[in-house]
């Protein structure tokens, strides 16, 4: 009850011009919470939700950064600050902070993605300010507030929505959660000593939580297995720069920075982050679905794996994605199509 009660405390100190306090209309549109570590996919998730948000596809309530994933501490919350500027929406509430994972990024990937970020955004210099209160409160607030059950788009360790959702209530109020994470019948993308290759980054660096929250809540996991299908092409890329938003040239701008436009030209750049918000949202799924019963591993080498077992809880699982529908949908969200 304390911590419930600081929540709401805290969003009384925020600005009555924020997505918490849009008015209800005969249609309203999906109440959605955005939780990211603010990687350059996750930016351009970001945008794709601020497009949906201001054509009344979803209301994006608040934006939630964990700082044990792929951005800075501190500097990833500045980004999140910037994109939402550079999309008119400045009054959504945003937060960061996050308990310690089980693991961490290396310091040259938080590096990468910071180089990339603030070259593409243009707010290297720009004072980080720290959050009017935890990314956790913000997050149980935002969805105990809203009209309607809530669905969480997570493309990061899922640390705070698992802190979030032990508030009572919390995880009744939410109706799904598309997560980006997990590998099932393809290996993992964790090189790290002490790991066996069988994980997937988000869910590595905190398996703990991930098992958590797939314990207490409905997920739709959207894993390598689908990812993989869905690779950044530099012909997509090409088309976004021509895009007529500024959601679309800015992830345009992302995508082609000196340190990441190799990567796509070689065939190695996926749209990780992006396929969970399209496939939680896009008219035509760009995700084949089924169920299965989904544990995580929490000690030894694979820890953070996920796997099919009699064990785990009944989730739906990604295992393909679909390139044409993918970019078609994210493409018409973006640009208003």
Same mark, same amino acid.
């Given at each position: 009850?304390i911590?419930?009660?600081l929540?709401f405390?805290?969003?009384?100190a925020l600005?009555?011009?924020?997505?918490?306090?849009?008015?209800?209309?005969?249609?309203?549109?999906?109440?959605?919470?955005?939780?990211?570590?603010?990687?350059?996919?996750d930016a351009a998730?970001?945008?794709?939700l601020?497009?949906?948000h201001?054509r009344?596809?979803?209301?994006l309530?608040?934006?939630?950064?964990?700082?044990?994933?792929?951005?800075?501490?501190?500097?990833?919350?500045? /980004?999140t600050?910037? !994109?939402?500027?550079?999309?008119?929406?400045?009054?959504?509430?945003?937060?960061?902070?996050?308990?310690?994972?089980?693991n @961490?990024? @290396?310091?040259?990937a938080?590096?990468?993605?910071?180089?990339v970020?603030s070259g593409?955004?243009?707010d290297?210099?720009?004072?980080?300010?720290?959050?009017?209160?935890?990314?956790?409160?913000?997050?149980?607030a935002?969805v105990?507030t809203?009209?309607t059950?809530?669905?969480?788009v997570? %493309?990061?360790?899922l640390?705070?929505?698992a802190? =979030?959702?032990?508030?009572?209530?919390?995880?009744?109020?939410i109706?799904? !959660?598309?997560v980006?994470?997990?590998?099932?019948?393809?290996?993992?993308?964790?090189?790290?000593?002490?790991?066996?290759?069988?994980?997937?980054?988000?869910?590595?660096l905190d398996?703990?939580?991930?098992r958590?929250v797939?314990?207490?809540?409905?997920?739709d !996991?959207?894993?390598?297995?689908?990812?993989?299908?869905?690779? !950044?092409?530099? =012909?997509?890329v /090409?088309?976004?720069?021509?895009?007529?938003?500024?959601?679309s040239?800015?992830v /345009?701008?992302?995508?082609?920075?000196?340190?990441?436009?190799?990567?796509?030209?070689?065939?190695?750049?996926?749209?990780?982050d992006t396929?969970? &918000?399209? &496939?939680?949202?896009?008219? @035509?799924?760009?995700?084949?679905?089924?169920?299965d019963?989904?544990?995580v591993?929490?000690?030894?080498?694979?820890?953070g794996?996920?796997?099919i077992?009699?064990?785990? %809880?009944?989730?739906?699982v990604g295992?393909h994605?679909?390139?044409? &529908?993918?970019?078609?949908g994210?493409f018409?969200?973006?640009?208003?199509?």
């Amino acid at each position: 009850m304390i911590l419930r009660r600081l929540a709401f405390a805290a969003l009384a100190a925020l600005t009555v011009t924020t997505a918490l306090t849009v008015p209800a209309q005969a249609s309203a549109p999906t109440p959605v919470v955005f939780d990211t570590d603010m990687d350059f996919d996750d930016a351009a998730t970001l945008a794709y939700l601020c497009q949906a948000h201001k054509r009344h596809r979803i209301e994006l309530r608040a934006v939630t950064v964990v700082n044990n994933g792929s951005g800075t501490p501190g500097r990833a919350l500045t /980004h999140t600050r910037t !994109i939402l500027e550079k999309c008119g929406l400045s009054g959504i509430p945003v937060a960061d902070g996050s308990d310690k994972g089980v693991n @961490t990024p @290396t310091p040259d990937a938080r590096a990468w993605t910071e180089k990339v970020l603030s070259g593409a955004l243009g707010d290297g210099n720009r004072l980080d300010r720290p959050s009017v209160l935890p990314a956790s409160l913000l997050f149980a607030a935002s969805v105990l507030t809203a009209r309607t059950p809530v669905v969480v788009v997570a %493309t990061g360790p899922l640390t705070t929505v698992a802190k =979030a959702t032990r508030l009572p209530g919390v995880a009744e109020k939410i109706s799904r !959660i598309s997560v980006m994470g997990g590998a099932f019948g393809v290996a993992g993308n964790v090189e790290a000593p002490g790991a066996d290759g069988t994980q997937e980054t988000n869910l590595w660096l905190d398996p703990v939580s991930a098992r958590e929250v797939f314990q207490r809540s409905r997920v739709d !996991i959207v894993p390598l297995d689908a990812t993989n299908d869905v690779p !950044i092409t530099p =012909a997509f890329v /090409h088309r976004l720069g021509a895009g007529s938003t500024a959601e679309s040239l800015m992830v /345009h701008g992302i995508l082609t920075q000196p340190d990441i436009w190799p990567f796509i030209e070689q065939g190695v750049g996926y749209w990780w982050d992006t396929l969970a &918000a399209s &496939a939680a949202f896009d008219a @035509t799924s760009p995700v084949e679905f089924r169920q299965d019963r989904v544990d995580v591993v929490v000690t030894g080498k694979s820890a953070g794996r996920t796997v099919i077992s009699a064990d785990g %809880t009944p989730q739906r699982v990604g295992h393909h994605g679909n390139l044409t &529908a993918y970019e078609a949908g994210y493409f018409a969200m973006l640009n208003g199509g």
